[in-house]
């Protein structure tokens, strides 16, 4: 049976022929991701993608078009493609790189940070001492913007909260957001 046959068997509920080209491409799939590097994660995670990508060959292959071999491999390579550029964006960064904070409230706050969270803050004495410095270096418009969105309310909230223009609590945040990293890498230094 031809690949092209298979696919189309697998489609129509065929498990064996689901399998067989996957296990018949499955060294195909480690070469193609041996070229990438994930971040964050290792080869093994690659070639899953990679899996993840073939078997989407296997059930979207439409006839009369490209080889199923071809098509295979350009599903494959889309798929670890995307996957590598969706774990390098910077807009996941924020996520995996906050460290909390206490403020004199006690009250739990975020900070956003690209430091190790250990080196950035150690214990609550430094806590204290950094919510001094923000308030030392950010306008009172900036320290307020900033520990809204840190509490996690939308801009929209802040704007509210402070009594002034979504546009101008916008700026406000993003300000304080710039000193604050530049306050942090001073800090490591």
């Not at 071809?70 to 790189?97: D, P």
């Amino acid at each position: 049976m031809t690949d092209e046959a298979l696919a189309l068997a697998a489609q129509g509920g065929d498990r064996a022929a689901a399998e067989k080209l996957l296990e018949k491409y499955k060294n195909a799939v480690r070469g193609i991701a041996r070229g990438y590097f994930l971040e964050g994660g290792d080869a093994e995670d690659i070639v899953q993608e990679g899996m993840i990508g073939l078997y989407s060959a296997v059930t979207d292959y439409r006839a009369g078009g490209m080889s199923f071999k071809n098509f295979a491999y350009l599903c494959i390579h889309r798929r670890i493609v995307s996957a590598v550029k969706s774990a390098s964006r910077k807009k996941h960064l924020a996520l995996n790189t906050y460290v909390p904070l206490i403020d004199a409230d006690g009250q739990g706050i975020e900070l956003i940070s690209q430091e190790d969270p250990e080196s950035v803050l150690i214990g609550g004495e430094e806590r204290g001492e950094f919510l001094q410095l923000l308030k030392k270096n950010l306008t009172q418009a900036e320290y307020s913007a900033l520990l809204g969105y840190m509490e996690g309310l939308r801009i929209s909230e802040i704007a509210r909260r402070e009594n002034r223009s979504e546009k101008s609590a916008e700026n406000a945040v993003q300000r304080a957001k710039k000193k604050v990293l530049l306050l942090l890498e001073k800090r490591e230094r």
